[in-house]
Every structure is written in C-alpha cells, then in structure tokens.
C-alpha cells in the first residue's frame, strides 16, 4: 500500500511555465516532506524540504506548499527551463523508527524549449 | 568526493544465483538505508540500519538480507535471485534527523 501518493506520473511543461506536481498522505505520523530530484543514471538528490509547522518554504524557483488539514503537499517550480528536465519523488518521514522515507511514485517532468 | 559508493553499477545474474550489493559511505553518517526503485513504484524501503550494529526490515525486505559491516558500510544480499528483483538498487545514509539522504549512484540489477 502507497502510503504516500503522487500525481500526475508525467507532466510537460513548455520553458518559461509553472511546474505543479501534488503529493497526498495519510499517516499524521509524518514530521518532514522532502523532494527529490533524479537525473537519468544518478541517484535522486535532496532539492528542498519543508516541516508541517510551515505552510510554504521557497527556494530559488523552487517552491513547496503544505496543508497540514488537507494533507497535502505540492513542488511549484516557477519559470520552467529545459534543465530542470528529471524524475521528481515526493517524500515523507516517520516521525519514528530510523529516519525512514516513505517515496511517492514520481513524476516525469519534460520541459520543452 | 564524499558521498556514497555502490558497486558494481550494473550486474546480470541468473536466477537462483546469489550476489552481495557493496555500498560504502565516508560522511560519517549513522544510518543507511537500502531501496529498490521500479517504473512507477518510486523507491521503496528494502532494510535499513539506523546505527552501527543495528537492522530492520523495511517495507519489501522478502528474498534479501543485510550486513552493516561497520559505521562505513552496508551491504545488501540475494541468496536466490529470482526475476522479480531486476531493479535498480539505491543504498542511501543520512547524518540525523534534520538531514536528508545521499543516494550512491545505483546498482541495475537484471535476473534472467
């Protein structure tokens, strides 16, 4: 079972345009959303992270939003460029046991010049 | 430069063979983690070691087993591969609580 679902599995953008890709959870046991972003034949790499207690955390283009009622949380990546080009994962940690992060199911991001 | 190490980067095996996934960090960090990625499936949690000395099945531990050699390193083994383990394998560590992880580059996996 997903605990944490991701949506949409792929998503293009034209350069220039706002990327939105949407996580949900449901396990209130959740203390920290990070999202990663993977290059084809990397590692995902750490892009930005937000705690429940803040409703947005920005970073450069990068943007999340969280609403901790709804539990959602979304990546707004302004001003799309074609090297932002990558697999992107929702996360979500347990607030106990190790650290471990529950992964969404990606989203495939294609930005055309 | 720092971070982690996986090897090989790419194996094929034969089912029923067996073969240990190295992976090596030198961050100095206390935990590991192993996870597979599949299309569609994201990454999902193989075993993980919070510390030196400690393991725990994560949420798709079936057909694997783990060695947490030392602080440093971290391996991931399949005694009897089968088909349904071609993946790609991530071994990650994390510093603490308030960091994220740093994924090695990955291992592809294919059992024929």
């Known amino acids: 079972q997903q605990q944490v679902k991701q949506s949409p599995q792929s998503l293009i953008v034209q350069k220039g345009g706002i990327s939105i890709i949407n996580c949900a959870y449901e396990?209130?046991?959740?203390?920290?959303f990070p999202w990663y972003q993977q290059f084809p034949g990397k590692g995902p790499a750490l892009l930005i992270a937000?705690?429940?207690?803040?409703s947005e955390k920005k970073e450069g283009r990068f943007t999340i939003s969280f609403n901790k009622s709804a539990k959602q949380f979304s990546l707004h990546i302004m001003d799309s460029q074609p090297g932002d080009s990558a697999t992107y994962f929702c996360?979500?940690?347990?607030?106990?046991?190790?650290?471990?992060?529950?992964f969404g199911e990606g989203t495939q991001l294609t930005v055309n010049p | 430069n720092a971070g982690v190490t996986q090897t090989p980067k790419f194996q094929v095996l034969k089912t029923g063979q067996s073969m240990t996934l190295q992976c090596a960090q030198d961050?100095?960090?206390?935990?590991m983690y192993w996870y597979r990625q599949d299309p569609g499936m994201g990454l999902r949690l193989i075993y993980y070691?919070?510390?030196?000395?400690?393991?725990d099945k994560g949420e798709v531990p079936n057909g694997y087993n783990v060695s947490r050699l030392n602080k440093r390193e971290f391996s991931l083994r399949l005694e009897s591969a089968a088909p349904s383990q071609t993946s790609v394998y991530f071994c990650?560590?994390?510093?603490?609580?308030?960091?994220?992880?740093?994924f090695g580059s990955g291992t592809r996996l294919t059992v024929v």
């Open positions: 990650a560590s994390s510093e603490s609580v308030n960091y994220g992880y740093t």
């Open positions: 396990n209130t046991a959740f203390d920290y």
């Open positions: 937000i705690r429940p207690d803040v």
């Open positions: 996360a979500a940690r347990m607030m106990y046991g190790g650290s471990r992060l529950t």
């Open positions: 961050m100095n960090h206390n935990s």
């Open positions: 070691s919070a510390s030196e000395g400690t393991t």
